[in-house]
Nanobody
Framework: VQLQASGGGLVQAGGSLRLSCAAS????????MGWFRQAPGKEREFVAA????????SYGGSVKGRFTISRDNAKNTVYLQMNSLKPEDTAVYYC??????????????????WGQGTLVTVSS
C-alpha cells in the first residue's frame, strides 16, 4: 500500500492543523494506521494510532487531549487533527500502516508501510 501524507505547514503556538494521509494500492480497511513524528536530532515518536474499523484509538502521552486521530475507510484516508499546538510539536509527521489483525500498535517497528512525511512547524 502507498501512503501520501499532506497538510503540514507553519502555524503559531495555540493554533490547529489537520494532517491527512491518503492510501492507495491496497485494501485500506485491512490496515491499522498510525502517526509518528521525528524532530531533528530526536528519535521517532509515537503520536497516535487507530485500528482497522476506527473504533479504537491510542495516543502518545505528549499529545493526549490535544490531537485526535480518525479515519474514513470509504475515502481510504486517515486524519490527525492537531489542536493547541506547541513549539515542541515541531517535527516531520509520518503516517504508517500495519496489518495486525487485532489491537493497536504504538511501536514504529510494527508498521510495514510509510508515507513520505509532512513537516509541521509551530512558532512561539
Amino acid at each position: 500500500v502507498q501512503l501520501q501524507a499532506s497538510g503540514g505547514g507553519l502555524v503559531q503556538a495555540g493554533g490547529s492543523l489537520r494532517l491527512s494521509c491518503a492510501a492507495s494500492g491496497g485494501t485500506f480497511s485491512r490496515y491499522g494506521m498510525g502517526w509518528f513524528r521525528q524532530a531533528p536530532g530526536k528519535e521517532r515518536e509515537f503520536v497516535a494510532a487507530i485500528n482497522r474499523s476506527g473504533g479504537e484509538t491510542s495516543y502518545g502521552g505528549s499529545v493526549k487531549g490535544r490531537f485526535t486521530i480518525s479515519r474514513d475507510n470509504a475515502k481510504n484516508t486517515v486524519y490527525l487533527q492537531m489542536n493547541s499546538l506547541k513549539p515542541e510539536d515541531t517535527a516531520v509527521y509520518y503516517c504508517a500502516a500495519e496489518s495486525t489483525l487485532f489491537g493497536i500498535r504504538s511501536s514504529w517497528r510494527d508498521y510495514d508501510y510509510w508515507g513520505q512525511g509532512t513537516l509541521v512547524t509551530v512558532s512561539s
